[in-house]
């Protein structure tokens, strides 16, 4: 009797691992088909968004389309040496992609980090991507979105997200942290530096959309995530010109103030786009990749 009993919970017991394993197979398969689908929808989402139709879209480098990288769909930890422009007003071989062909430099693919959807992510040590000069006709007039979340507590004063300067004299823009998780917008005609900036501090690891729009000789603007930050500021620079002929890097100031963090996407114009425009165009990253914009 007693061994009966031995020999029938040992069967009992063989029963509820494969119970067990069959519904951890069904929850990663189910796992597996929800972040299929999110990523589907993005793409989709993507395609169909408004940036597309507003006037003057000169750059627009993201993750989740078919075209952005030279794979359609990069496994976990690829590096990154070639971010394609998807900029549908640009025609196919005249677009000037965002690239690092320095083994060691490039930023890491890296799947579900922002809103359950693929991001690139910078080191804070030496990764950088830039953007040969030629992308935006009028550096003076402009545009830009980013979208990332900051992966450091500590360390993040100086980090240069975005800059179209190639490393003396004036530079139209600049996107830059002033302390940990505090951003502001910045241009320099070589003498004097104005831009207006955010006074709150942004969470670790939590993604945040920033804008920012210029006005030459007119209103500079910079908002988080849909909330205008530091008030208009108005362009000085009438007697001095900011623009420059550099390349614009991504996450880095050519060597130094590099990003540690994930970037989703980046979009600029190459004009002060209006409100409205500006609204469609948070309004599609914030549903796409889950922020509450304000």
Avoid at 34 to 59: C, H, N, Q, W
Avoid at 143 to 161: I, P, R
Wanted: charged content about 20%.
């Amino acid at each position: 009797m007693l061994s009966f009993r031995k020999a029938f919970s040992l069967l009992e017991l063989s029963v509820v691992i494969l119970i067990i394993g069959i519904l951890v197979a069904s929850l990663a398969q189910a796992t597996r088909f929800y972040k299929d689908m999110k990523f589907t929808g993005a793409r989709a989402l993507t395609k169909s968004s408004e940036v597309s139709s507003i006037p003057d879209l000169v750059l627009w480098l993201e993750t989740t389309s078919d075209k952005s990288f030279s794979t359609d769909r990069p496994e976990q930890d690829t590096i990154i040496s070639q971010w394609n422009d998807i900029n549908p007003q640009i025609m196919e071989g005249r677009k000037i992609n965002a690239i690092n062909p320095n083994s060691g430099r490039q930023p890491i693919y890296k799947m579900d980090v922002l809103n359950s959807l693929p991001a690139l992510r910078f080191d804070g040590v030496d990764d950088y991507l830039t953007v040969a000069d030629g992308f935006d006709g009028d550096t003076e007039n402009v545009t830009m979105f980013f979208v990332w979340q900051v992966n450091t507590n500590n360390g993040a004063l100086g980090m240069v997200l975005l800059e179209k300067w190639e490393g003396s004299g004036p530079y139209p823009y600049v996107l830059r942290s002033s302390s940990p998780g505090v951003y502001y917008m910045h241009s320099y005609d070589g003498s004097v530096g104005r831009g207006p900036g955010s006074s709150t501090i942004r969470k670790f690891a939590t993604p945040t959309i920033i804008a920012a729009r210029r006005i030459k000789n007119g209103i500079m603007n910079f908002w988080m995530n849909g909330s205008k930050e530091g008030g208009d500021v108005m362009d000085t620079a009438s007697s001095a010109s900011t623009a420059n002929n550099a390349r614009l890097c991504i996450c880095s100031r050519i060597t130094s103030s590099y990003c540690n963090g994930d970037v989703g996407e980046i979009i600029i114009f190459a004009r002060a786009i209006s409100d409205d425009e500006k609204k469609a165009v948070e309004k599609y990253l914030g549903k796409k990749w889950g922020i509450r914009v304000i």
